[in-house]
């Protein structure tokens, strides 16, 4: 498969002016993106809906992203040969099928249709959460890891700002003592990109373990995330079965405590719920249920 970008796009979307798609005086539902006449950036289109069933909304956007209205000023970020071939929608969400031509997109196209289909279909109130699927399979980015399920706020909406950019932040992690015996804490300088969130570099950093001597990653290995989201000051953390295997040192109440504890004090909730491919009704090794929200737990940290 064709490598893609490994997190997302930062993208420039058009200023709302004669320039743009849209007119300032229209008015609808929603705002559907397209690329702009020089293909480099986002614009919008106002539309209202005709139906108000789910399914069938999905299929009016689906339509209108093929085809604005002033296609004059405004392109489709979808190319002609790159089909939806099928989707799913489950609960809040979506999963979109694409045929194999989707392969051949460069990255900069690749990403902004992306950031438009995802922009334009999570404005259906039913619709949380995406993940794009090619030949059958979940979109990977360029390390081959699954992109996952995308959100409209994983597209950074910010007029004018360099592409690629990146923040640091002094974040603390837990990680486990060398005998994986209770957590330690670890002041680490996170840089990640502007258009990820910080829950996700905190995840993400976990699952890739300590840069510190003295420290043991207490998440196995195999772990991929496919979703991070804040509801309610709730974190919602949907892990891949390889948060199921056994870590050879380290308790599965380190490996949860280490995602909970790192949350909780680097990012903005005050409890985390930890699922697995979206089923929070699972037990580690048998015994140690994620059926609920976890609080901060200092018990069992070091110190």
């Known amino acids: 498969m064709k490598a893609y970008v ?105 990403v902004l249709l992306r950031a438009a289909v995802v922009e334009s279909m999570t404005q259906i109130d039913e619709v949380y959460l995406i993940q794009f699927y090619v030949k059958g399979k979940p979109l990977e980015n360029n390390h081959g890891e699954a992109v996952g399920y995308m959100r409209k706020d994983d597209f950074v909406q910010n007029t004018g700002t360099a592409l690629n950019s990146y923040q ?12 994986g015996s209770g957590l330690v804490k670890t002041e680490v300088a996170l840089r990640y990109n502007s258009y990820m969130t910080l829950e996700k570099a905190i995840v993400e950093q976990l699952i890739k373990g300590p840069e510190t001597e003295g420290r043991l990653a207490v998440i196995p290995a195999e772990t991929k995330l496919l979703s991070v989201l804040i509801k309610d000051d709730i974190c919602y953390v949907n892990l891949n079965e390889g948060f199921l295997a056994k870590t050879p040192l380290a308790s599965p109440e380190l ?46 940290v070091e110190g």
Request: hydrophobic content about 35%.
């Open 6 to 110: 490994s997190i997302f796009f930062l993208f420039v979307i058009c200023c709302f002016s004669a320039a743009g798609c849209m007119q300032k005086e229209e008015t609808g539902d929603i705002q559907v993106y397209y690329l702009n006449t020089e293909g480099t950036a986002l614009a919008t289109e106002s539309y209202s809906w005709k139906s108000d069933q789910i399914s069938e909304r999905i299929e009016e956007v689906l339509k209108r992203l093929r085809k604005p209205k002033d296609t004059v000023k405004c392109t489709s970020a979808i190319p002609a040969d790159v089909l939806v071939t099928d989707y799913q929608i489950e609960g809040n969400r979506l999963d979109l099928y694409f045929s194999q031509e989707y392969e051949l997109l460069n990255k900069s196209e690749e």
């Open 168 to 179: 640091q932040e002094n974040v603390t992690l837990y990680f486990a003592d060398s005998s």
């Open 255 to 300: 490996a949860v405590y280490s995602l909970v504890n790192s949350l909780i004090e680097g990012g903005n909730c005050s409890q985390v719920q930890i699922s697995i491919n979206g089923d929070p009704d699972v037990k580690l090794e048998g015994e140690f249920a994620l059926d609920k929200p976890f609080e901060k737990n200092m018990k069992i």
